[in-house]
């Protein structure tokens, strides 16, 4: 039974909840069960419908929305300029939801956010990072004083921006800034803004060869330096982008 429940709370807009508050109760049973087991995207829907269809649960299920906000922050220390404080949503990857891989924080986007923390003084300059997901790396380079745009695809892109509004003041304190706009850059680089960053970056952005042209072409049009990082999955990565002269970085130490 709450095999069938959890289906329905996957599929509900807690804008628009079934018609039937006699239902609240199983909603909000259905809440508690799904965040103890640690599905928290589940358990908030379940809960957002309970406070739609009988608002005097609103504080009980506005104290599980709580719980579900905690337990789906992931704090990441960077070495030497501080912490970030990220929004994942790793059920979102593993059951391949609306956001697929942008919703955790992964091995490759640690490494970047150390290396560049470790390796220069961002003060003053313009980062850009390609398929941002929860934008750790880019959030990183934001501690070191860049200004950063993160960038991915429209789906990933409301997770993106809560994540730059939860580290804006460190940003900030640190003489950083980051913003978020929507990019697929498997398209052609038409945007003139493009071509105006220091450094592009960017994390396990491919996983087939024939995406290596594409990606390798972008970067090329834009016309800044580019460092990436990514697992060495398969054998042909590096190679396939050293081939369109785009500087690739393997990381040995990052296994997914």
Same mark, same amino acid.
């Given at each position: 039974?709450?095999?069938?429940?959890? =289906?329905? +709370? %996957?599929? $509900?807009?807690?804008?628009?909840? #079934?018609?039937?508050? @006699?239902? &609240?109760?199983?909603? /909000?049973?259905?809440a508690?069960?799904?965040?103890?087991?640690?599905?928290?995207?589940?358990? =908030?829907k +379940? %809960?957002? $419908?309970?406070?739609?269809?009988? #608002?005097?649960?609103? @504080?009980? &299920?506005?104290?599980l /929305?709580?719980?579900?906000?905690?337990?789906?922050?992931?704090?990441?220390?960077?070495?030497?300029?501080?912490?970030?404080?990220?929004?994942?949503?790793?059920?979102?990857?593993k059951?391949?939801g609306?956001?697929?891989?942008?919703?955790?924080?992964?091995?490759?986007g640690?490494?970047?956010?150390?290396?560049?923390?470790?390796?220069?003084d961002?003060?003053g300059?313009?980062?850009?990072?390609?398929?941002?997901?929860?934008?750790?790396?880019?959030?990183?380079?934001?501690?070191?004083?860049?200004?950063?745009?993160l960038?991915?695809?429209?789906a990933?892109?409301?997770?993106?921006?809560?994540?730059?509004?939860?580290?804006?003041?460190?940003?900030e304190?640190?003489?950083?800034?980051?913003?978020?706009?929507?990019?697929?850059?498997r398209?052609?680089?038409?945007d003139?803004?493009?071509?105006?960053?220091?450094?592009?970056?960017?994390?396990?952005?491919?996983?087939?060869?024939?995406?290596?042209?594409?990606?390798?072409?972008?970067?090329?049009?834009?016309?800044?330096?580019?460092?990436?990082?990514?697992?060495?999955?398969?054998?042909?990565?590096?190679?396939?982008?050293?081939?369109?002269?785009?500087?690739?970085?393997?990381?040995?130490?990052?296994?997914q």
């Open positions: 039974m709450v095999g069938i429940w959890e =289906a329905e +709370a %996957a599929q $509900v807009d807690p804008a628009q909840p #079934p018609a039937e508050p @006699e239902w &609240a109760d199983a909603w /909000l049973r259905l508690r069960q799904r965040l103890a087991a640690g599905k928290s995207e589940v358990a =908030a +379940a %809960a957002a $419908v309970a406070m739609q269809l009988r #608002p005097e649960l609103s @504080e009980e &299920a506005g104290d /929305l709580a719980q579900v906000e905690a337990a789906r922050l992931e704090c990441v220390q960077v070495r030497g300029v501080g912490s970030l404080s990220l929004e994942v949503w790793p059920e979102s990857v059951d391949a609306s956001l697929y891989t942008g919703g955790a924080v992964w091995k490759a640690l490494e970047l956010a150390q290396e560049l923390a470790s390796v220069a961002f003060s300059r313009r980062v850009l990072e390609l398929g941002s997901g929860t934008g750790v790396a880019g959030l990183a380079a934001g501690l070191c004083g860049a200004r950063v745009v960038s991915d695809l429209p990933a892109a409301p997770l993106l921006q809560r994540n730059v509004d939860r580290n804006r003041r460190s940003l304190l640190k003489g950083g800034s980051a913003e978020v706009r929507t990019l697929d850059y398209e052609a680089c038409a003139s803004c493009l071509r105006t960053f220091d450094l592009i970056v960017g994390t396990d952005l491919v996983w087939q060869e024939v995406q290596c042209t594409p990606l390798a072409n972008w970067c090329a049009a834009c016309g800044a330096p580019v460092l990436l990082v990514g697992v060495p999955r398969w054998p042909w990565l590096r190679e396939a982008l050293l081939c369109f002269q785009c500087g690739a970085h393997d990381c040995p130490r990052a296994q």
